[in-house]
């Protein structure tokens, strides 16, 4: 931050602001009301969700809640830097309060202009010199003495003024730009799940002839199909028991925990290893084709299965994840992956799963129970083509947006650095072009 023009000055932010200026006392009434921001709110957006802001009284809010954040102050946190939760507040809410994680700055405007502050607290410039400052391991934080010395550009506050108008224009239309994208993934997601519980519920083809089920699950399907219990066409095989004592000689095996089984994909960057006897190993041995559910978890996720490609020769499971071992001449294997996946899968399972506070599960029974939609193998190969195909595009497609929100999202930060650096100079011209008047 220290290129800029030369007709610009700058200075320590402690010297051109006022920091953390006020907080509550000790004495605070117990029944005082507050509105009070913590770091989880904020993101490098500004304020996630206004309506999450919590209202407390000061005897039942958390020791950090305790510094006053006033009109046209800008809160960043001191803590995770390189998160740059940082907000401009400029409501004037009263009665409001953050944790003292954030360093709460109000600029002396007769030197620095309070939006200009945010957008420099928001820069690159400012993000890297915060993390080379901070301190600490697991949960770095730059301290009160680096804050205070971060070295704030300072062009004329008309200029200040200028840019921050032009900045405020320009990234309300990034952001404007990449909300739209994001509403374009949304509907891209519920395409695919609407594709996904189509095809496994009725085909391929549109409007089927259907004809009536004894099942209260799938009290229709396509005329052909049956309705059958998974655990009469496969065999649910449930893992090692951790901590459990084995006797004989032991045997050192890679195994799979509910943390490697994430929501569509694997995760084995951490594959822990276990030591049981070789006749242990070989009963939970995972097996290419094997279609893994986990026990608990998420209720949205509860009973996704994934198909195991043999990515690790040898590998053993734990028993909170159920190796559904299809019989292949009725079932396939991809074919009872897209199953689970789909909203008839997962309707089941969050219906038939055991809520505990903030997690779920199911179990063995539940599993076995699960009617699937049963066409003959050679349909289920079909459509399991189809699946592939169609939900191949559609990923193709999310990519372009994921790429064009990471492109526009890159494109504000630059121009925010080059804007409050002076590398990017902003004329009244520039100013009007964004439809702003001075």
Known sequence: MNHHPPEWKSDRLKDVSVINADSLPADTDPDYEFDYLEISNVDYHGIVDPQAIERLRYEDAPSRARRR???????????????????????????FICSTGFNVVQPAEHKLSPKFAYYALISEGARQYFEATAKGVGYPAVDHKDFDSFAVPLPPLPQQQRITAYLDASCAAIDAAVAAKRRQLETLDALRKATMSRVVTRGAASNPPLQETENGWMPQVPQGWNVVCLKRISEIQTGITLGKEYEGPLIERPYLRVANVQDGYLDLEDVSTIEVPAKVAARVELRAGDVLMTEGGDLDKLGRGYLWDAQIEGCLHQNHIFAVRCFRHKLLPKFLTYVTAAQYGRDYFEATGKRTTNLACTNATKVGEFPIPLPVVAEQERLVEFLDSRLAQLQGTQHVLETQIATLTAYRKSLIHECVTGQRRITVADVKSKGVHE
């Open 69 to 95: 954040v006033a009109k046209n102050c800008t809160v960043i946190s001191s803590v995770r830097p390189n998160l740059q939760a940082v907000a401009f507040v400029n409501n004037g809410r009263k009665d």
